[in-house]
């Protein structure tokens, strides 16, 4: 069956510290994939994209990894900061329908000052 | 830029009554979806738009949901009859469509937080 996981319990971290927020996927053939930010109430925030050919992506403080071997992403935030509380969701853009684009369930971060 | 304009932001409706949702997509957007997000969970893809034609409906439940986008510009979403299980907030979203990978990055509303008693 087709699945996209995240970490499936709440992350707390201490500030300062780096974030590593997981996406594993299986039996999907992804063209991109994409990291959001959502806060309460509010529809998802485009963060990071990066494409199957590309092992690493960087923005300011976030890093984003793909291993298409491994199925997997990693979302990196360092110098981590209280308003970086949130939910991360990942979504794949899939090959095999154009802009097809599937969500995880998502990660709660919390960072405590 | 005003962004994806959703509304209404809140409904309470009982079980069994119609519910509308309208979506206004950034200008100049081609592609247009809906989405239904539970508490806990990612955003589930009810029904993609290009311009004004359905392109994937294959989530949508067809007995009770309907949606339109009659001009390719901005859509409706409705529900009939609403179902206790139909509670969950609907969002809508838009990109730029056509080429590249900045295609496929979609810009969210606030979305429109259903309740049926």
């Known amino acids: 069956s087709q699945k996209i996981e995240q970490n499936s319990e709440a992350l707390n971290i201490q500030e300062g510290k780096t974030a590593t927020l997981t996406c594993n996927y299986t039996?999907?053939?992804?063209?991109?994939l994409q990291w959001y930010r959502q806060d309460p109430g509010r529809g998802p925030v485009f963060l990071l994209l990066i494409r199957e050919n590309e092992k690493e992506k960087r923005k300011e403080r976030l890093k984003v990894t793909f291993d298409t071997t491994l199925k997997q992403s990693l979302f990196h935030i360092t110098a981590s900061q209280p308003a970086d509380s949130a939910t991360y969701l990942c979504a794949l853009v899939l090959y095999s329908s154009a802009s097809k684009i599937i969500f995880g369930s998502g990660t709660r971060l919390s960072i405590r000052p | 830029e005003a962004g994806v304009v959703q509304s209404p932001r809140y409904k309470i409706i009982e079980k069994k009554q119609p519910v509308a949702f309208w979506c206004n997509p950034i200008s100049g957007h081609n592609t247009l979806y809906w989405y239904l997000q539970n508490l806990g969970q990612g955003p589930e893809l009810l029904i993609r738009?290009?311009?004004?034609?359905?392109?994937?409906d294959s989530q949508l439940p067809k007995d009770r949901f309907s949606a339109e986008r009659l001009k390719g510009v901005d859509s409706t979403l409705k529900i009939q009859p609403a179902e206790l299980g139909d509670s969950a907030v609907y969002l809508c979203a838009s990109s730029p469509g056509g080429q590249g990978s900045g295609a496929n990055v979609l810009t969210f509303g606030a979305g429109s937080r259903l309740t049926v008693l």
């Open positions: 039996n999907y053939s992804p063209a991109y």
């Open positions: 738009y290009e311009n004004e034609e359905a392109v994937d």
